[in-house]
């Protein structure tokens, strides 16, 4: 199953819910006839509207007709399966086979594994931890990231001055 978003909270009274999705195509969506939630177990749910506002995705679920039923969803990570996953642009990659990448500088010294990635709103940032334990947050941008290679869990990035400080 992949993430494509969060549950945020309830928007009115007739169980609708605000998502913060991971995707930046906010279309895709629309798309959707059902997801999967996981908050405490994975459950089932039937889409009936979406509904698209600037950056922002609401979703009325099927059966969740009330804000003290929409409620119970906050927190929730929304979940497809492969069948629904789209396609990716050129230079995008899944956040999951980000995790545990090695990371290398373009002289070829190791850096340390890819331990998470924070999603801002200007670019992604790769948190990479080295073997001193030490944390670099690196800015996931072209001047920086040089060559991805997720099949064989390789990252090659230029190290511009100021990144290892």
């Given at each position: 199953m992949?993430?494509?978003?969060?549950?945020?909270?309830p928007?009115g009274?007739?169980?609708?819910v605000?998502?913060?999705?991971?995707?930046?195509?906010?279309e895709?969506?629309k798309?959707?006839?059902?997801?999967?939630?996981r908050?405490n177990?994975?459950?089932?749910?039937?889409?009936e509207?979406?509904r698209?506002?600037?950056?922002?995705?609401?979703i009325?679920?099927?059966?969740?007709?009330?804000?003290t039923?929409?409620?119970?969803?906050?927190?929730?990570?929304?979940?497809?399966?492969?069948?629904?996953?789209?396609?990716?642009e050129?230079?995008?990659?899944?956040?999951?086979?980000?995790i545990?990448?090695?990371?290398?500088?373009?002289?070829?010294?190791?850096l340390?594994?890819?331990v998470?990635?924070?999603?801002l709103?200007?670019?992604?940032?790769?948190?990479?931890?080295t073997?001193?334990?030490?944390?670099?947050?690196?800015?996931?941008?072209?001047?920086?990231?040089?060559?991805?290679e997720?099949?064989?869990?390789?990252?090659?990035?230029?190290?511009?001055e100021?990144?290892?400080?």
């Amino acid at each position: 199953m992949y993430l494509i978003g969060n549950v945020l909270r309830p928007l009115g009274i007739k169980g609708e819910v605000k998502i913060e999705p991971i995707s930046s195509r906010l279309e895709r969506f629309k798309l959707l006839k059902k997801v999967f939630l996981r908050k405490n177990s994975i459950q089932t749910y039937t889409i009936e509207t979406v509904r698209l506002a600037g950056k922002s995705v609401f979703i009325k679920f099927k059966d969740v007709n009330t804000r003290t039923a929409a409620e119970s969803l906050r927190g929730a990570e929304i979940l497809v399966d492969q069948n629904d996953v789209i396609g990716l642009e050129k230079d995008e990659y899944f956040i999951h086979d980000l995790i545990a990448c090695h990371v290398y500088s373009e002289q070829g010294t190791y850096l340390g594994e890819i331990v998470d990635v924070l999603q801002l709103s200007s670019n992604d940032v790769y948190v990479i931890k080295t073997q001193t334990g030490r944390e670099l947050l690196i800015p996931a941008i072209k001047d920086v990231v040089k060559r991805v290679e997720p099949e064989s869990k390789k990252i090659i990035i230029h190290l511009l001055e100021g990144l290892m400080d």
